[in-house]
């Protein structure tokens, strides 16, 4: 499917094309699936589920005694997580998938941490509407990872974290430095 909807776009893809390419007959897919809008469904709700698994597996909650530490357990999930899932999130967010999708898992990311924080006794600033920060923050992190799962030849995971962890505790002007 993710490289039919590549090629194609989600739009212009039949349960032919699917069942073709995955050498198995029309009969045996609807045996599974209702259709292709099912089979997509089925398969984003499992990267939601398990991004919200994420910050429920292995103590992240109960282990995590302050934000930079939520973050640094998040990042490496998060990063090895997506870096699996690389082609379907490619294909949804850059391709011809769903266009929905991004927006879904910034809502998720957007409650899952926000819940974190306040578990950890952490509010924002009031400096500027909260809206603000939360756009800025879950924007910027799923944009910079997008444009890592683009590359030809992604960092790992673990240093893809780290430097998701070094652009949260520097303001993007803490990185200018005059010559």
Do not use: C
Request: no cysteine; proline share 3%; charged share 25%.
């Amino acid at each position: 499917m993710i490289e039919t909807i590549n090629e194609k776009g989600f739009g212009n893809l039949t349960v032919s094309d699917i069942t073709e390419r995955a050498g198995i007959n029309r009969g045996t897919f609807y045996i599974h699936y209702k259709g292709k809008q099912d089979l997509l469904e089925q398969l984003e709700e499992a990267i939601y589920s398990d991004i919200i698994q994420l910050f429920h597996d292995n103590g992240t909650i109960s282990s995590a005694t302050s934000y930079e530490d939520l973050n640094r357990q998040f990042f490496q999930k998060f990063s090895a997580y997506i870096y699996g899932e690389r082609d379907f999130i490619l294909a949804m967010v850059l391709g011809n998938g769903d266009p929905m999708f991004y927006h879904k898992i910034k809502q998720i990311l957007t409650r899952e941490l926000l819940k974190r924080m306040e578990y950890l006794g952490i509010k924002m600033s009031d400096e500027i509407p909260h809206e603000y920060i939360e756009e800025y923050a879950i924007g910027s992190m799923l944009n910079l990872s997008i444009y890592w799962l683009e590359k030809d030849n992604p960092e790992p995971p673990n240093e893809f974290a780290k430097i998701m962890m070094r652009t949260r505790t520097k303001a993007p002007l803490a990185f200018a430095v005059k010559e």
